[in-house]
Structures are given as C-alpha cells and as structure tokens.
C-alpha cells in the first residue's frame, strides 16, 4: 500500500464519538423556549405585520400590472377607431 492509500485510510476511518455527544447534540437541537411572553408577544405582531406588509406589496404590485394593461388595451382601441374612421367613406 503506497502512503497516499495509507494517510486516505487513515483519514477516514471510523472513529467513535466523544463521551456525551448524543446528549450535547439532542440539547442543541431543541427549539428555543421563549422566557419572555412580552418577547414571544413582539415577535408575533412582528410576523404578522410583515405579512401584512408583504400582502399589500403583492396588491400593489398586480394593480400596477393591471393599470398597464389597460393603457396598453386603450391605446389599441384608439389605433383601431382611428384606422375605422379613416377608413370610411
């Protein structure tokens, strides 16, 4: 076995882990506990505001395209009527 081989194998042989672990591990997962109802309680209104905001950003948003559309589809009609009045005899 060259010593490349040798350091590979070396390197990724199986280790067990450190005492206690699992238990560090497990205590790092758990969600946070709110101690303060008053911070739970902002962070809520904090939520729910944003979505608000983001709601009415999307609103605005579709009625900008909306408004688009119609000077696009009026402009249409007026190069339609102006072509029809040009037209007739």
């Known amino acids: 076995m060259d010593p490349l081989e040798?350091?590979?194998?070396?390197a990724l042989a199986r280790v067990d882990a450190p005492a206690g672990f699992?238990?560090?591990v497990s205590?790092?997962?758990r969600p946070p506990v709110w101690r303060s109802p008053a911070l739970a309680a902002g962070l809520m209104?904090?939520?729910v505001g944003g979505g608000f905001a983001w709601r009415q950003h999307q609103g605005e948003v579709a009625k900008?395209?909306?408004m688009?559309?119609?000077?696009?589809?009026?402009g249409k009609l007026n190069h339609i009527q102006t072509?029809?009045?040009e037209t007739r005899p």
């Open 68 to 74: 688009a559309a119609m000077r696009i589809t009026a």
């Open 45 to 47: 209104l904090l939520a």
């Open 83 to 85: 072509h029809i009045r």
């Open 27 to 29: 205590v790092a997962a």
């Open 6 to 10: 040798q350091q590979l194998k070396q």
């Open 22 to 24: 699992a238990a560090r």
């Open 64 to 66: 900008e395209q909306v």
